[in-house]
């Protein structure tokens, strides 16, 4: 309980050190600005009080012509983390009159293409180095994902899937960000049925084991709701309920007796998590200046249901800063992480290292169980190419306008994984590790970047990696 409260005391101590502000008056009477009317260009489909919700003033607004300087950048860039629009533009037209100054602000935008019935075809796997290491073309997924985004015109998210393959998914998501008139609260219903013929039953040697058969290997239904209270821009508080349903093959537990200290293939359990995030960063899909917070109180098993072996009390905390050095270099740091209550839970519970966004660069082919980590991550990027524009006049018009960046990156990685159940095979484990090496990050619309890393680990393993997710 005590790594708790440490854990808690240093996101919100973060919390309350980054997100002091001071308010200065202002200096000179003759340099307030009175905002007089918001234009709006170019939303077709996006509903106008979508749009007013992301700004840092509204019409009536008395500032310091600093701070709405100030206020127009920032508006820019909440705009663009909505990931509406491909390009935003916000510029005023200032009036004086009388010894004051009125301004009109005008905002341009180029909605993004929102409909997207895609055929599937991707790879089954933790990231791309994992899978060129088995070079197992059956781990490919195949099938029909449909989403909608923006719909209704009211920056909704509406996702089915239909999958085959490796992993065969059916699924449901409906994302509604604001159902109340004062835009402060938001809904997530998300629910699915997923079947595996391969399943990961243990770790040996730092890498995952599966079982492979021609029947399934796994039965997995979740259903989830999301309540979602966001009061102002940057800050937001989100609750969720959900209930998982998986089922095992026998086998599973022949192979590995500790899969489940109770030896059940069947585990149904409910779970309810609190999400507290606080984002100032000026591009979510690549930042370059801000900061982001977050913390993830999570309790999986709450004894409700008639086959639960499941009881995991876990905080997981993130940290990022992010510094604008000039002259093209930008630095970048970042801190995840967990503490999880002790214990012999399922096997596929115990997850630490090596998966989504909390890796160790260098350490891609490898995964760190534990119920407990700490991840520091570091980069140091100059930009070689930056907000260039480029036309291609035989897409459509949604698409023939990229935008794109790319930035030579260097970087040093460490972390720390504990368990109290280490496994003689898994040295990673109970050890410090770190890594570095440089790349090339690609970063263009419609949230797409790419990084290519050459990178070195501390058992002097090296190699080239690809990853499509920022590392930070």
Not at 115 to 130: G, S
Not at 146 to 165: S, V
Not at 212 to 234: F, G, P
Request: overall charge positive; some cysteine.
């Amino acid at each position: 309980m005590k790594r708790f409260f440490i854990l808690l005391i240093f996101t919100f101590s973060t919390t309350f050190v980054f997100g002091q502000k001071e308010k200065t008056p202002c200096p000179d009477s003759l340099k307030i600005v009175y905002l007089n009317q918001i234009y709006l260009n170019g939303n077709k489909i996006t509903q106008n009080k979508i749009i007013y919700r992301e700004l840092a003033f509204k019409v009536g607004d008395t500032l310091c012509l600093k701070e709405f300087i100030s206020n127009l950048k920032k508006s820019k860039e909440n705009l663009q983390n909505t990931s509406l629009f491909n390009y935003v533009e916000v510029r005023d037209v200032q009036v004086a009159s009388e010894g004051k100054i009125y301004a009109n602000v005008h905002i341009d935008l180029d909605e993004r293409w929102y409909i997207w019935p895609m055929p599937i075809f991707e790879l089954a796997e933790r990231n791309p180095n994992a899978w060129w290491e088995s070079n197992d073309l059956s781990k490919i997924n195949y099938g029909l994902f449909f989403t909608w985004e923006n719909f209704r015109g009211r920056r909704e998210a509406l996702k089915i899937i239909a999958q085959g393959g490796y992993d065969e998914k059916l699924g449901f998501y409906y994302d509604i960000p604001f159902i109340n008139i004062s835009q402060t609260l938001g809904l997530i219903l998300n629910a699915g049925l997923t079947r595996n013929h391969e399943v990961t039953y243990q770790t040996i040697n730092n890498k995952p084991v599966r079982y492979r058969t021609e029947k399934y290997a796994r039965y997995q239904y979740y259903a989830s709701i999301t309540l979602n209270i966001r009061k102002n821009i940057y800050t937001s508080h989100s609750f969720r309920l959900g209930y998982y349903d998986h089922k095992y093959n026998d086998t599973i537990f022949q192979k590995n007796p500790n899969f489940d200290p109770n030896q059940a293939n069947k585990f149904n359990y409910f779970s309810l998590s609190y999400t507290f995030r606080n984002d100032h960063r000026d591009n979510k899909n690549y930042a370059l200046n801000g900061y982001f917070l977050q913390a993830v109180l999570e309790k999986q098993g709450l004894g409700i249901s008639s086959n639960s072996n499941v009881d995991v009390l876990s905080l997981t905390s993130s940290v990022r800063k992010f510094w604008n050095l000039g002259n093209q270099w930008y630095l970048a740091g970042g801190f995840t992480g967990r503490i999880a209550s002790t214990g012999r839970n399922p096997y596929f519970l115990n997850t630490g290292l090596g998966y989504h966004q909390e890796f160790v660069r260098g350490y891609e082919h490898y995964v760190i169980d534990g119920e407990n980590f700490a991840l520091f991550k570091t980069d140091l990027k100059y930009a070689l190419f930056q907000d260039q524009i480029s036309n291609f006049l035989l897409l459509p018009n949604k698409f023939s306008k990229v935008h794109w960046s790319v930035y030579l990156s260097f970087f040093i990685d460490a972390a720390y994984s504990t368990t109290e159940l280490p496994q003689l095979t898994n040295t990673l484990q109970n050890t410090t590790l770190f890594g570095y090496g440089a790349g090339i990050n690609i970063v263009t619309y419609y949230d797409m970047n790419f990084r290519f890393e050459y990178s070195f680990n501390k058992m002097g393993e090296r190699g080239l990696f690809v990853s499509f997710i920022s590392a930070l």
